[in-house]
């Protein structure tokens, strides 16, 4: 399975970006997908996952209301919709997939990476 995030980009905060993962190799409809970011010297976090239906969410608390989580299974595609976007919400972001159903914050359970997308948001 390969993933390719594409999407990034500067925006000013309280900005929109959206973010999206293609997926190529395997059965993309039954994935569980993640999005998670991290930002230079510090660890990879968690910001939200889908599972394969798109019937299931989970966000990390500091996006929950802005930051929406959605998978186009025809087009083997999952996006990351970020609405009053924040400073802090600077990282490179990932896509990650697992075929076990889970949808958590470990990211020892996500067997396949997507590469980064840089997201900067300016105060």
């Known amino acids: 399975v390969q993933l390719q995030a594409y999407g990034g980009g500067l925006v000013q905060a309280g900005g929109s970006l959206r973010l999206s993962c293609a997926a190529s190799?395997?059965?993309?409809?039954?994935?569980?997908l993640g999005w998670f970011r991290q930002v230079p010297g510090k660890e990879r976090e968690f910001v939200a996952a889908i599972n394969w239906s798109g019937g299931r969410t989970d966000y990390t608390d500091s996006v929950k209301g802005r930051f929406t989580i959605s998978r186009e299974n025809a087009k083997n595609t999952v996006y990351l919709q970020m609405n009053s976007l924040k400073p802090e919400d600077t990282a490179v972001y990932y896509c990650?997939?697992?075929?076990?159903?889970?949808?958590?914050?470990?990211?020892?359970?996500?067997?396949?990476w997507g590469q980064g997308t840089l997201v900067t948001v300016s105060s």
């Open positions: 990650a997939a697992n075929v076990a159903g889970y949808i958590g914050i470990r990211r020892e359970y996500y067997a396949y």
């Open positions: 190799g395997g059965t993309f409809s039954s994935y569980s």
